[in-house]
């Protein structure tokens, strides 16, 4: 059930690695940025503000799209973290701790 | 960016920046007028038929009148422009020596919205989503509208005989008998993004100035008296309350 939870939970959250974060910044700039520049071009052109305007609200669609849910290519360099110490380690015999007379962990 | 929200929040926040940049440069584009304007707007305006009438029981004299109206004002159609506002204003000086300055009446205003273009909101959801038959009157409204806003290029205007929208009348109460009163023709340049443009204003004159002679303003004329009222009246002397230890003991009829 907890792992279940769990990984709802990283769903939900949709939590990406620090290299999939810097991907995700510069592909919303120059898609935001892009997607200004032709909305304004295009409707200038065909002096028509409505093209503008849809093309603008298009392209920002699209970054979300891109950008917000948790795609795979934006976790493709996990954090290289240490395995969790389980207490069998090395230092596992310097640590001992006494409740009540009794050994515990 | 560690989250979904959070990249949900930074982006949007990008979004409004850009959405904010492009509508300044548009409306710095509108003001600086680029693309150029074709041709700049005419206008020219006749009285006939001006009446002055009593009306309500304030003693308020009202004016009455019809106005020829004949405009090209389709250069300041942009395609920032939403809509344009005309309005027809009675332009009179308020006392006779001028020191009043000019007093400026609306008689007359109307709007008249951009042409509405195969993308616009209407156009669109009627191209994807008809409407049903559910109501045949109102459908034949609609196209009837939209007919005439087609057929018709936005900005020339043509009226004869046009009755004003609004009475005027003058804070003193008095607008019978003014002279040196005109009918002047005015704009007003409604943007999608941008500033309010004003015929008489600085950015008026950047984007719309008036063609030399055409400048809409009508020839002089005056307030007629009073409608009904004689131009001179003889009073009659009238029997009068006599004056206070004056009173004789014999009244003269």
């Known amino acids: ?105 | 960016m560690h989250n979904a929200l959070n990249r949900l929040q930074t982006t949007f926040g990008f979004f409004t920046t850009c959405a904010f940049t492009l509508a300044s440069i548009i409306a710095l584009l509108s003001i600086v007028p680029l693309p150029a304007p074709v041709g700049s707007p005419s206008a020219s305006v006749s009285v006939r038929n001006v009446q002055v009438v009593k009306g309500r029981p304030h003693y308020y004299a009202t004016k009455r009148e019809e106005f020829d109206l004949e405009a090209d004002l389709s250069s300041l159609f942009t395609w920032n422009t939403k809509q344009l506002f005309v309005y027809v204003t009675a332009n009179y000086p308020t006392s006779k020596d001028g020191q009043g300055g000019i007093s400026e009446a609306v008689i007359w205003d109307t709007i008249i919205p951009a042409t509405s273009t195969p993308y616009s909101w209407q156009n669109l959801k009627q191209k994807y989503f008809p409407d049903k038959k559910k109501s045949k009157s109102k459908s034949r409204r609609e196209s009837l509208s939209k007919k005439s806003t087609d057929l018709v290029k936005p900005g020339f205007i043509a009226l004869k005989n046009q009755k004003p929208k609004y009475q005027i009348t003058d804070p003193t109460g008095i607008i019978s008998e003014r002279a040196n009163a005109t009918l002047h023709v005015s704009w007003n340049v409604q943007p999608w993004v941008g500033a309010l443009i004003w015929d008489k204003g600085y950015l008026g004159s950047r984007v719309g100035q008036w063609d030399a002679g055409k400048v809409g303003k009508s020839e002089t004329f005056s307030f007629p008296p009073l409608k009904g009222s004689k131009p001179e009246v003889v009073k009659e002397k009238a029997p009068q309350t006599p004056k206070v230890g004056s009173a004789s003991p014999v009244v003269e009829i």
């Open chain 1, 1 to 105: 059930m907890d792992e279940l939870l769990d990984q709802a939970r990283s769903i939900y959250e949709g939590e990406i690695d620090f290299e999939g974060q810097r991907l995700a910044e510069t592909i919303s700039t120059i898609l935001l940025s892009i997607s200004g520049i032709v909305a304004f071009l295009t409707g200038f052109i065909t002096q028509n503000i409505y093209q503008t305007l849809y093309i603008g609200l298009g392209g920002t669609a699209l970054t979300f799209l891109v950008v917000v849910p948790q795609w795979p290519f934006f976790n493709r360099h996990p954090q290289p973290f240490l395995p969790p110490r389980t207490g069998r380690g090395a230092l596992a015999e310097g640590i001992s701790v006494e409740v009540d007379g009794k050994k515990v962990s």
